[in-house]
């Protein structure tokens, strides 16, 4: 049998029990087509780059599969005619991964790390909005060109000189 790696879309108004649901629905699909699922990896709710069936956000899942392409197909089919499911992909491998996907990994990392905004900033010292640090208060004249006075209209145009 084939290996795949198969990520689905969610809506986001779906609750988390619910993706549940569609998980358990389409590994009952796969088994009955005599194939099975390994790991299940739930992303979470992510936001989407852009709107899909006006959804900003939506529930990534990862499911490693082990079955005939028929299994899939169906599957596949399956979740076109859902109106939850937004998006899918499959991908056919050579061997599952093993351990936790790249995504699982992030999220350690940024958990371990405290977050993104906790960015450990060397030896700078923490800085408030608007301040300049050791460059002084910014004036007028700090632009290349100085003080130029009052401008001209241009000769040729509209309220220019003629």
Same mark, same amino acid.
């Given at each position: 049998m084939a290996l795949y790696e198969h990520v689905?879309?969610?809506?986001?108004?779906?609750?988390?029990?619910?993706?549940?649901?569609?998980?358990?629905?389409?590994?009952?699909?796969?088994?009955?087509?005599?194939?099975?699922?390994?790991?299940?990896?739930?992303?979470?709710?992510?936001?989407?780059?852009?709107?899909v069936n006006k959804n900003r956000k939506a529930y990534y899942t990862l499911m490693d599969l082990t079955c005939p392409p028929a299994a899939l197909n169906e599957m596949e089919r399956q979740m076109g005619l859902s109106e939850d499911v937004l998006r899918f992909l499959t991908i056919k491998v050579e061997a599952h991964e093993e351990g936790a996907s790249a995504m699982m990994q992030k999220?350690?990392?940024r958990s371990e790390r405290g977050g993104f905004g906790d960015r450990d900033r060397g030896d700078r010292p923490a800085r408030s909005f608007g301040d300049r640090g050791d460059r002084g208060p /910014?004036?007028?004249?700090?632009? *290349? &060109?100085?003080?130029?006075?009052?401008? /001209?209209?241009?000769?040729?145009? *509209? &309220?220019g000189a003629e």
């Open positions: 689905f879309l969610a809506r986001q108004d779906l609750s988390q029990q619910q993706v549940d649901a569609l998980v358990e629905q389409y590994k009952g699909v796969i088994a009955a087509n005599g194939g099975s699922v390994g790991r299940v990896e739930n992303w979470g709710l992510k936001s989407l780059t852009y709107r999220r350690e990392e /910014r004036s007028f004249g700090d632009r *290349e &060109g100085g003080d130029r006075g009052p401008r /001209r209209p241009r000769e040729g145009f *509209e &309220g």
